[in-house]
């Protein structure tokens, strides 16, 4: 990758966006002040969508500018250590490029972890190692027994539909559900997928997680 910089204070107003999400749409909006314009690049989407990337855009989170998650990177909400689990994300830069944070454990991404692209071109260049980055085992201790939002894959499936998850909570919990432990295994997301209960994008998020 190249240099790392700084993050940027537009990531971190995404971010506070991802947050607000995450909350649901009863929480109180977030008071973003000062708040640059936003950013977008219809080829930066068309590019990253295409490998799989989940947009802010359609998530509705994109009111501050674009942004994308590689939600096969996602750990699961115990993971988290003084704050919840952040996938890889991209971001549009205000000033011009794209920021990148790899995923963590907690949210916090040190700046060692986070680089600035100043071209697309270089961006998509990175794009195979920065998809293939994993929080290191030795940074989360998951309980003996993780917790999940719910006792079977259907169950969180239903969370799902019902808005009652967000969308990295269902891909992070179906990526590491013990599939061994329960009745038919993995073929309830299939079918959920097949269904139409579980999007697409997301069932392929989980898929190449699982993969990795």
């Known amino acids: ?15 506070q966006e991802r947050r607000r999400f995450h909350a649901g749409a009863a929480a109180p909006e ?10 977008w690049d219809d080829d930066a989407h068309e590019l990253l969508v295409a490998r799989g990337w989940t947009a802010y ?11 994308w998650e590689w939600l096969p990177s996602q750990l699961p909400l115990d993971a988290g250590v003084g704050g919840e ?34 071209t697309l071109e270089e961006l998509a260049g990175d794009l195979d190692a920065i998809e293939a980055w994993r929080v290191p085992d030795g940074e989360y201790v998951l309980p ?19 808005g009652m998850i967000d969308h990295w909570e269902l891909v992070a919990d179906l990526i590491h559900f013990p599939y061994d432990e329960v009745p ?24 190449r997680g699982r993969a990795g």
């Open 144 to 162: 003996e027994v993780p917790s999940f939002s719910g006792d079977t894959p259907e169950e969180i499936c239903r969370l799902w539909t019902g």
């Open 85 to 118: 689990p952040g996938p890889t994300s991209v971001f549009a830069a205000a000033e011009g490029g794209f920021d990148v944070e790899l995923a963590s454990a907690s949210g916090s991404v040190a700046a060692d972890r986070t680089a600035h692209y100043d």
């Open 184 to 207: 038919g295994g993995f073929a309830a997301v299939e079918r959920a997928h097949r269904l139409g209960q579980v999007p697409t994008n997301l069932y392929e998020a989980v898929l």
């Open 1 to 15: 990758m190249p240099k790392s910089k700084p993050r940027k204070k537009a990531a971190a107003k995404k971010k």
């Open 30 to 39: 977030p008071e973003i002040t000062g708040a640059e314009q936003g950013t």
């Open 57 to 67: 855009r359609d998530l509705e989170m994109d009111q501050l500018g674009d942004g």
